[in-house]
Each structure stands twice: as structure tokens, then as C-alpha cells.
């Protein structure tokens, strides 16, 4: 089984450049014929698929990925509104609760659930209780089976102050409770931070996809001694093989948002 693990997307209500310099709509192309052209089973959007969280961004960001050719799920970012999302790419019968938006899907060889850490405030993510325990009862379910969870933020801290500062504040100890009570998780999904990282939370690998949108410096300061919180990088994204149970994430980088540069470069993935 292949899965492609997108993240960050951040496009736009009106189809302009987010900051007026990022053209996360040619971005979201870009990686979307990469991902295409790599045949995964399954895609999954890591939150932040919008930049504004308006309706009119998520009906965009639907229409975009409808380019994809593998089925695709979502789950929201801090940059998300839930019901926007649940307008444009319809909601599952099993995500119930109006406070978040999380999910199971079960027809494939690897389990995916969906999570929700994003708040009102998106500065502030958090998991609640209930949440949490309705993440137990669904791994209660199938116990043996190996599961991927799709969470917008990583539970780990990264060393970069400003994004730990916009990470969970409330609930990740009580999700690395569950996870270490369940080593059929085989991972976690991420995104978030705008550059790839792994690390392990309660014993589970956690993997944050690199960004469609940009990248983030992992550290540095300006001469003004304010943090470097961007760098020019080019869109990527997460492939993760997972043959007979095992799990092998490879990281693919795409080179430039410019599908003109793209268009002059020979195929990497032609056969
Ligand atoms: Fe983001």
C-alpha cells in the first residue's frame, strides 16, 4: 500500500498568492501531478488546507485536489474552519461531533483515522478529553490492525519556539496515554510545521510532511535577533510504503513552484 501525505496547502478564497508572494494555487498543482505520477492507494491532506479557513478557500482547494487520482481525505489544520471543510468535501457518516472532526476509514489495507486538534484560536491546539477517549473506543474496535492517525499538529515539541508555541497545549499526554496502549498505530500523519521532522510520541513514529506551501527554518535569527520563521524551499511531500505491515516512509521533494521549470525538467518518475 502507498500513501501520499500532503500538508499545508494554504490556498487562498480568491486564487492570489497568499503574502501576496506565495502561489500556493500552482504549488497545490505542482505536487498534485507528483503525487499523481507516484500512483499512490490513498491520499491524506494534514490540515492547513486553506489559508483562511473561508468557505470559498475550501470549495477552491477541492476543486484543486479533485486533480488527484487516488481518493483523498482530509483532516483540519489551525488555519481550517471545520464546517467549511465538511461543506465543500462532505462529511463522513461517522464524524459526529460538532466539536471536532475526526473519522475512521476502514476499506483499506492500512487503517486511517482522522483527528482534530485545531481550536476557535489558531494560535491554540488542543485535544479534548472526549476526543481522545473516542480515539480509544475506535482502536478498541480493531486492536490488531495497523492504523495510521492523520492529525494536523505533531504532539512532539520541535525546538522552534514559535511553532511549539502554537502546537498543543492541551491534551497531548492524554493522546500518548492511548497511543502507547496501542502499538497497532503505526504512525502518526502530520503537518503544521511547514518542513518535514519525525520523532516518536509515547513510542509511536510521528512524521510531519514537508509543506505544499513554503518551508520553515529550523533556526536561525535575523540581525534584529527575531527568529527566520520561513525560508524559499520548493512544495513537498510524504510517500509512506507500507508492505506486509511494515512501514517505510520515503520523503519526496519536489524542485520549484514554478510549473514552468517543472514543464523543462526531464520526468523523474518516467519508467
Ligand atoms: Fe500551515
Redo the contacts with the bound molecule.
Sequence with gaps: MLIAHIA?L?VSADGLPVHAIVDTDAATRAVIAAVNAARPDVVVVAG?VTHGGEDAAARRARDLLAGLEAPVYVCP???DRRDALRAAFGRRPDDRDDAWMAYAVDDLPVRLIAMDAATDDPMVGALPEAQVAWLAARLAEQPERPTAIVLHHPPFDTGIDWLDQIGISEGRHRLGDVLAAHRNVRALLC??L?RPMRGTWYGTPVIAAP?V?DRVAFVGTHADGSPITAIDAPPGFALHRVPEGDWLPETCFMNGHSEAWQAAMPDPWAE
Design positions: 499545508d494554504h492547513d489544520g489551525n488555519h503537518g503544521h511547514h509543506s506551501m
